[in-house]
């Protein structure tokens, strides 16, 4: 018969191990997310650049913006700035192939800058809200 000590040992040998199988299992589901969100966006891509698909087009420049608001671009204006041209370029892109949505988009970026200037003066944070001379694209006002 096994001693106590010997059982507790067996018993978190297992639960490591258990573990490990659960994390590997994770990490390769994550994998196959990601090379599932890069095979889509590769055809969004290719729906929308080559064969100027308005609403592929419309969707891209909202990932655009997306990017642009990550917080991996908080502190990048020029990245951010390219996201954001890119944005406009895919709206007045999905505007010219018809897309209604793409000329809204569009007009309402210029129209309330980049980033857009909140309501209540302060972003959630608390921070005030951006000035007209930090905005990366400013209003048509």
Same mark, same amino acid.
């Given at each position: 018969e096994k001693s106590t000590k010997s059982q507790g040992i067996t018993v978190v &040998?297992?639960? *490591?191990?258990?573990? /490990?199988?659960?994390?590997?299992?994770?990490?390769?589901?994550?994998d196959e997310e990601k090379q599932a969100l890069q095979r889509a966006t590769d055809l969004l891509e290719l729906a929308a650049l080559q064969h100027h698909h308005p609403v592929a087009l419309v969707h891209l420049g909202n990932?655009?913006?997306?990017?642009?608001?990550?917080?991996?671009? &908080?502190?990048? *204006?020029?990245?951010? /700035?390219a996201e954001i041209e890119k944005?406009?370029?895919?709206?007045?892109?999905?505007?010219?192939?018809g897309s209604r949505v793409g000329w809204y988009n569009l007009g309402n970026l210029l129209w309330t800058g980049y980033p857009?200037?909140?309501?209540?003066?302060?972003?959630?944070?608390?921070?005030?809200?951006?000035?007209?001379?930090?905005k990366i694209v400013k209003p048509d006002l």
């Open positions: &040998k297992t639960l *490591v191990k258990e573990t /490990r199988k659960e994390k590997e299992r994770e990490q390769k589901e994550s990932m655009a913006l997306e990017r642009a608001n990550s917080s991996d671009l &908080k502190k990048d *204006v020029d990245k951010r /700035r944005a406009v370029d895919f709206f007045q892109r999905a505007g010219m192939a857009a200037s909140e309501a209540g003066g302060e972003e959630e944070d608390g921070d005030l809200a951006t000035t007209q001379e930090e």
